[in-house]
């Protein structure tokens, strides 16, 4: 069965940057899985897959518009200082996590701007990136009952149909 729209996809995947870096990868004998058309993996990675089949390998780099999209410089936030631990060293680079209204979000820091604030970015950590998969086509099949349901709340992040069809590809959820 190639992959086509609504189908349940799983698939093993290495995942790295320009200069080589390893990001992220499927761990040994679980896959990623997704229903092709409903907005769970990046637009550029979909797209590449469309008409594989189990077995099917694939090295791809997508563009950061089919992925995470630029860098928005309006997702630059100035915070107080004292909204970090206090007892942490803050510098350029470090990352947290917050809880946001649909759920965790990273919070990077930009930079120290002065001794009272600190300039947080909340574009997704892979805006402005070129990734590069390296993908193995493990399964093809139509989609459970379960699955499909799961589907009709969206990514739960409160954006309209519309919105959600490019959601997490404009360095936030939509």
């Known amino acids: 069965m190639n992959i086509t729209?609504?189908?349940?996809?799983a698939f093993?995947?290495?995942l790295t940057l320009d200069s080589g870096e390893d990001v992220d990868s499927s761990s040994d004998g679980q896959p990623l899985g997704f229903i092709t058309g409903s907005g769970q993996i990046i637009p550029g990675l979909e797209k590449a897959m469309m008409?594989?089949?189990i077995g099917d390998s694939l090295k791809i780099s997508v563009e950061s518009e089919?992925?995470?999209g630029q860098v928005n410089t309006e997702m630059f936030k100035d915070v107080p200082k004292n909204q970090f631990p206090g007892d942490i060293d803050l510098q350029p680079g470090m990352t947290?996590?917050?809880q946001g209204p649909q759920g965790p979000i990273a919070i990077n820091i930009k930079e120290i701007k002065?001794?009272?604030t600190v300039v947080i970015d909340l574009n997704?950590?892979?805006?402005g990136k070129r990734l590069h998969f390296d993908v193995n086509i493990v399964e093809v099949r139509e989609p459970t009952s379960e699955e499909l349901s799961s589907l009709s709340s969206g990514c739960n992040c409160g954006c309209s149909a519309e919105e959600q069809a490019g959601?997490?590809?404009?360095?936030?959820?939509?």
């Open 5 to 9: 729209d609504k189908l349940h996809v």
């Open 12 to 14: 093993d995947y290495k």
């Open 51 to 53: 008409g594989m089949t």
């Open 66 to 68: 089919d992925a995470y």
């Open 96 to 98: 947290f996590q917050a």
């Open 114 to 116: 002065d001794e009272n």
């Open 124 to 127: 997704h950590p892979l805006a």
């Open 167 to 174: 959601c997490g590809t404009k360095g936030g959820c939509c």
